[in-house]
C-alpha cells in the first residue's frame, strides 16, 4: 500500500497517553505502566500498519515506556531496600500533569473564543455541524477514537478470511466517492457500520484511511455523543466542495 496519510489533526504521545488513562479510568497518579506500555505499542504498530505519518516523539516515548516497566521489574539494589526509592513513573506522571492542564487551559480558552463568536449571528449549517441534525451535543472524535474503532474492527473479522485470496481491489479514492455518496443519502453514519460492510481486512483498512482523507480534506467530522462513546460521521458542512474539484484544486 503505497498510500501515505499526512494529518493535520494528529496529536502528539502524551496526548495517547492521557486517551489511554482516560479510556481505562486509570489512576494518573498510580499508572499501572505494563499495561499502559502494552496497549501503546499496540496503537503505534496500528499508525505504522497504517503508514501515519509517525514522528519520532512517539518511538521516543515508547523507549521510555519500556525503560520505566524495566526498571519497575528490577529488585531494589541492596542497601537501597530501606530508603525510600524514587517512583520511575514520577517525571511522566509530572509531565501528564503539566500537558494535561495546558489541554484544559487551551480549551477554556477555546471556549471563550466561542462565546465570543456567540455576539454574533452564526450561519444556520455552522450551529446544525455544532448540535447535530437531532439537536444533540457531540464530541468530536480524536485520532485515537478512530484508530480504536479501527482496531475493533480488524479483531471482529473472521481469521478464516485472512487467509482468502482476495481478489477485489479497493482504491482510497473509491472509498472515498462511496462515503461521500453515502452521506448524501443519510446525514450521518454509524463508523462501525462503514467497517462492517468491508469483505475482509485489506477493505477495513482502505475504509479507514479514506474517512482520514475526508477529515483532512474537512469534508466529514467524526463525532460521539459521549466521550468514547461510538463514533458517527457526518458531512461537514460548511466546507462541501465535490471532492473531484478539490482534489484537481491541491494537485495543481
Known amino acids: 500500500m503505497t498510500y501515505k496519510v499526512r494529518l493535520e489533526l494528529f496529536e502528539g504521545p502524551l496526548d495517547l497517553l492521557l486517551y489511554l488513562v482516560k479510556k481505562d479510568h486509570l489512576n494518573i497518579y498510580d499508572i499501572p505502566i505494563a499495561q499502559v506500555t502494552e496497549q501503546y505499542l499496540q496503537y503505534l504498530n496500528l499508525m505504522q500498519l497504517l503508514d501515519l505519518?509517525?514522528?519520532?516523539?512517539?518511538?521516543?516515548?515508547?523507549?521510555?515506556?519500556?525503560?520505566?516497566?524495566?526498571?519497575?521489574?528490577?529488585?531494589?539494589?541492596?542497601g537501597q531496600a530501606q530508603e525510600e526509592e524514587e517512583d520511575p513513573r514520577a517525571e511522566l506522571v509530572k509531565r501528564?500533569?503539566?500537558?494535561?492542564?495546558?489541554?484544559?487551559i487551551t480549551e477554556s480558552l477555546r471556549q471563550k473564543e466561542a462565546e465570543q463568536k456567540e455576539v454574533f449571528k452564526?450561519?444556520?449549517?455552522?450551529?446544525?455541524?455544532?448540535?447535530?441534525?437531532?439537536?444533540?451535543?457531540?464530541?468530536?472524535?480524536?485520532?485515537?477514537?478512530?484508530?480504536?474503532?479501527?482496531?475493533?474492527?480488524?479483531?471482529?473479522?473472521?481469521?478464516?478470511?485472512?487467509?482468502?485470496v482476495v481478489k477485489d481491489e479497493f482504491t482510497i479514492e473509491e472509498k472515498v466517492h462511496e462515503i461521500l455518496h453515502l452521506l448524501l443519502v443519510t446525514p450521518s453514519v454509524r463508523i462501525g457500520e462503514l467497517f462492517g460492510k468491508a469483505k475482509n481486512k485489506i477493505e477495513i483498512i482502505v475504509t479507514f484511511l479514506a474517512i482520514l482523507e475526508l477529515i483532512r480534506l474537512k469534508e466529514i467530522a467524526a463525532r460521539q455523543k459521549d466521550l468514547f462513546a461510538e463514533i458517527e460521521v457526518t458531512r461537514n458542512k460548511e466546507n462541501i466542495i465535490p471532492y473531484e474539484r478539490r482534489n484537481k484544486?491541491?494537485?495543481?
Open 122 to 164: 452564526r450561519p444556520k449549517a455552522e450551529i446544525e455541524q455544532q448540535l447535530g441534525v437531532d439537536g444533540e451535543v457531540y464530541f468530536e472524535a480524536s485520532i485515537f477514537d478512530l484508530i480504536t474503532a479501527f482496531s475493533k474492527a480488524l479483531e471482529e473479522v473472521p481469521k478464516e478470511v485472512f487467509y482468502e
Open 96 to 104: 501528564l500533569l503539566e500537558y494535561e492542564k495546558i489541554k484544559e
Open 249 to 252: 484544486t491541491e494537485t495543481n
Open 53 to 78: 505519518n509517525i514522528v519520532g516523539e512517539f518511538l521516543v516515548m515508547a523507549s521510555t515506556l519500556l525503560q520505566i516497566k524495566s526498571r519497575m521489574l528490577l529488585p531494589p539494589e541492596e
